[in-house]
């Protein structure tokens, strides 16, 4: 047991789970345990996994820009949408903004 709390830079909170945010990049996604090694799409880092089939393996990622010093998210996936504060957002479009409980 440690005495002190984990340092992040920011908490992702839901009604079910927390998660510190502890990297300027954060990966978020399906892990799935597949038998193929070989195929790299299969072998995605993911920091926080959501276990649902709507979720990609590697679906959006959380990162911070230092130019505006602000948190973005983009989504990875070609295939499932990424929803922020009620707007979706696919693949390709320009990051979005993240606010405080967005």
């Given amino acids: 047991m440690s005495y002190f709390p984990e340092l ?4 992702l909170r839901s009604s079910t789970w927390e ?7 954060f990966f978020i996604g399906r892990n799935e345990k597949r038998t193929n090694v070989t195929d790299k799409a299969r072998n995605y880092k993911v920091d926080l996994e959501l276990p649902y089939r709507s979720v990609s393996r590697q679906h959006a990622v959380i990162l911070f820009n230092f130019e505006v010093q602000r948190w973005e998210v983009r989504c990875l996936s070609k295939k499932n949408m990424l929803k922020v504060d009620g707007e979706r957002f696919a693949y390709g479009d320009k990051n979005v903004w993240l606010r405080n409980k967005s």
């Fill in 8 to 11: 992040s830079y920011a908490l």
């Fill in 19 to 25: 998660k510190n945010i502890t990297n300027t990049v």
